[in-house]
């Protein structure tokens, strides 16, 4: 009885204990790469944290009223990008050692994850071995906690092939030839540990394979499936090695546990109960995101994938099975995804599209015929990429589908029910058509759409319905959910499939006098290939706006689930109106919702862009010289014509000013000359001090002009 009353009293010591360590300030934990998919989560999933939440003694959260309130920690790291993250209280870039060292002696809790960068692994030795050589100066105790990986056993043996590896034998652990590093530092982080336990304990958390959360190693078989634009899904290798995994906020889990524990073991495995093999992960995604089919490649092949690292492939290709039975003992763990991806992969494949924002996006297109339902639909499905609903098509490819698969049917299969009930829908359809000439009924009709837009491709990217349903009644049947008996035994309908029940319905409408203005104008190929002929249309025509004027109408329907349609008037053809209404559109709807360009593609898109703008340049460069020897050429040739112009001309002055100059010439021969003559010869006999003055005074004497 005393010792009852005993530990009664330590149970109460422990909660008033606590109590106290709430009003204690949060732990400030360093968290390295925060720009990196685990480092990332985890800082997500610790800032989340309050002091306290681990505890799960209801006694105790009475006790302790106001853990809730308080965070239990501040996270700070280093990054190397520019994103936004409120959660964070500090980020560091390009600090050198010295600064680095600073940042992490302010720290608690020194968390390095080196599960994805291999030139981590250097940086945590540093860090670790920097932080040893500091413990004189800590201000109080510190962690250090290296987030390692399950490659580090890759190439250990078991003693059974069916008994799995535990936490109390790593010791016996033998590293993959490409994580040697990795094992080094794992031995370096337990040592150091052992050194003064009190001032800087150290742990070793080896991951499993990482899943989750938009993933990252895994995302390959993800984004495949989810496009949709393979028929099988690769899985590199025979696919039969078990691949030990870990949801990453279970990862993070595990991680507070030992800050907040600080349990005496210093190796722990982070591993999930699940003992999937690679084929039944990429099987179960393939199921639920894609065409539901696998195919086997060589391991070879993994490597022309540009998405993995080296590193991330040797990853995928492990094989160990493993069990984290330390993380049972020691702590009370909310696990997330306690047994594996394959248990949970619904869970997985929301939090993938919710946090890669890939949501579909589902509209309904309404109107009368020839109002320009299918022409506005393609538009819309090529700017965001959705998939074009039409029944004449959804009937054709349903029929080509039942029938390969019954002309595909293993004639030796006994009990094949699918074969059996895809062969009772081809019949039914068939008959339908003979029957309807050439149409279905609407329960079969709303069967095949209904089939479609349920189908992978619809649910993954979205759908545009085009043009249907066209009455009440058929809205009704091709999005309901399930039935459920009433109190009165009769069967209702009440609830609605959230996965095909349009987001957005788009009504488009004209005058009949537009429409039929349009319909006689369009070429003899669109009234054939749309069967607009008058009568046709007509009839068409009246149905339409009969069944739209009745109180049950496809637009009530969407009203009485709150789903308020767009209208559009139509009144003209011309590309301006048309681009207003697009762009109405586009502004109701919003962004796309599916993935944009790799960096690889962004990387060829830009490649592309350079080239052609070289290309331009070097043919506006080759067509400005050839311009410009044109011109030049030209230039030469007027040159040589205007020079040849000028020579003439030169030369007809030369001979007009010859012309002119004969009786002068002769009139100074005759006259002028010889007195000049004499004058001069004069002047050389005389030798007068002025010859110009003697001169001068001899022709005024002897002009001949004078006698």
């Known amino acids: ?76 790291g280093t990054v190397s990008d520019n994103e936004d993250r409120p959660h964070v209280l500090e980020e560091y870039r390009q600090l050198n050692r010295d600064e680095l060292l600073s940042k992490l002696m302010d720290c608690d809790v020194v968390i390095y994850n080196i599960t994805q960068h291999a030139e981590q692994v250097e940086e945590a030795f540093w860090a670790v071995t920097a932080l040893h050589k500091e413990m004189d100066h800590f201000s109080g105790p510190k962690m250090f906690i290296l987030v390692s990986t399950v490659m580090t056993w890759a190439c250990s043996k078991p003693d059974q092939p069916d008994t799995p590896f535990t936490d109390e034998l790593f010791r016996i652990r033998k590293a993959h030839p490409n994580f040697r590093q990795h094992i080094d530092l794992e031995k370096r982080v337990v040592k150091i540990g052992k050194t003064n336990r009190k001032l800087l304990s150290t742990y070793v958390v080896a991951s499993g394979l990482q899943y989750g959360m938009g993933e990252q190693l895994f995302h390959f078989f993800f984004k495949t499936s989810w496009l949709g634009q393979e028929h099988e899904i690769p899985v590199f290798g025979d696919g039969n090695s078990i691949v030990p995994t870990i949801h990453i906020s279970d990862l993070a889990s595990v991680i507070q546990n030992v800050i907040e524990h600080r349990p ?98 589902r509209l309904c297109v309404l109107g009368p015929p020839a109002v320009g339902k299918s022409t506005m639909s393609k538009q819309i499905c090529e700017y965001y990429h959705l998939h ?62 209904k089939d479609k837009l349920m189908s992978n491709p619809c649910r993954n990217q979205g759908f545009i319905l085009d043009g249907f349903p066209k009455t009440y009644e058929q809205a009704k049947e091709l999005f309901c959910a399930e039935e459920h008996e009433s109190e009165d035994g009769t069967s209702q309908i009440s609830l609605y499939s959230k996965t095909n029940m349009p987001e957005f319905v788009l009504c488009l409408d004209a005058s009949d006098a537009f429409l039929k203005d349009r319909v006689m104008s369009l070429p003899e190929r669109l009234v ?77 898109e830009e490649r592309r862009k350079a080239e052609e703008k070289m290309s331009k340049e070097a043919q506006e460069e080759a067509e400005e010289e050839r311009r410009e020897a044109e011109e030049a050429e030209h230039r030469a040739a007027r040159w040589e014509e205007w020079t040849k112009g000028l020579e003439e001309v030169r030369q007809q002055e030369e001979e007009l000013l010859e012309a002119q100059s004969v009786p002068l010439r002769n009139y100074l021969m005759e006259h002028v000359m010889p007195t000049l003559s004499q004058g001069l010869m004069e002047c050389c006999t005389a030798r007068p001090q002025d010859p110009v003055d003697f001169l001068a005074e001899f022709l005024m004497k002897n002009n001949p002009l004078n006698y």
Request: proline share 4%; charged share 30%.
């Open 1 to 76: 009885m005393a010792t009852g009353q005993q530990q009664e009293e330590d149970r109460l010591y422990m909660a008033e204990s606590r109590m106290e360590e709430v009003k204690v300030s949060p732990k400030r934990v360093f968290i390295n790469r925060l720009d990196c998919y685990a480092s990332k989560w985890i800082a997500k999933f610790l800032c989340e944290c309050v002091v306290g939440g681990t505890e799960t003694d209801e006694e105790e959260e009475r006790l302790t009223p106001t853990r809730s309130g308080a965070p239990s920690f501040h996270l700070v």
């Open 264 to 361: 005496e073991p210093y190796y722990l495995l982070a591993v999930d109960d699940s003992s999937n093999t690679m084929e039944d992960i990429v099987e179960a995604v393939a199921s639920f995101l894609g065409p539901g089919k696998i195919q086997k490649r060589p391991c070879e092949e993994a490597f022309l994938i540009q998405d993995w690292s080296v590193m991330e492939i040797d990853s995928l290709l492990v094989n160990l099975r493993m069990e984290g039975a330390l993380l049972k003992e020691l702590f009370s763990i909310n696990w997330l995804c306690e047994f594996g991806l394959v248990d949970n992969i619904q869970l997985v494949v929301e939090e993938y599209q919710q946090t890669r924002g890939l949501l579909p996006i």
């Open 528 to 604: 054939q290939e749309h069967n607009y002929k008058q009568d046709h249309v007509l009839r068409r025509l009246a149905r339409y706006r009969k069944n739209n004027t009745e109180d049950e109408t496809v637009v009530n329907y969407f009203d009485e689930l709150d789903i308020t349609p767009l209208y559009l008037e139509i009144t003209s053809s011309d590309e301006p109106d048309c681009l207003r209404l697009m762009q109405k559109i586009l502004d109701t709807v919003g962004r796309p919702r599916n993935y944009g360009p790799r960096s690889q593609e962004v990387e060829e």
């Open 388 to 449: 074009h609903i039409t029944l004449k098509e959804t009937i054709s490819e349903t029929i080509s589908q039942l029938e390969e698969t019954v002309k595909n049917a293993n004639p030796d299969a006994e009990n094949d029910d699918s074969t059996a009930e895809a062969k009772e829908l081809l019949n039914s359809l068939n008959n339908s058509m003979e029957q309807n000439g050439g149409l279905l009924d609407d329960q079969l009709l709303v069967r095949v759409v």
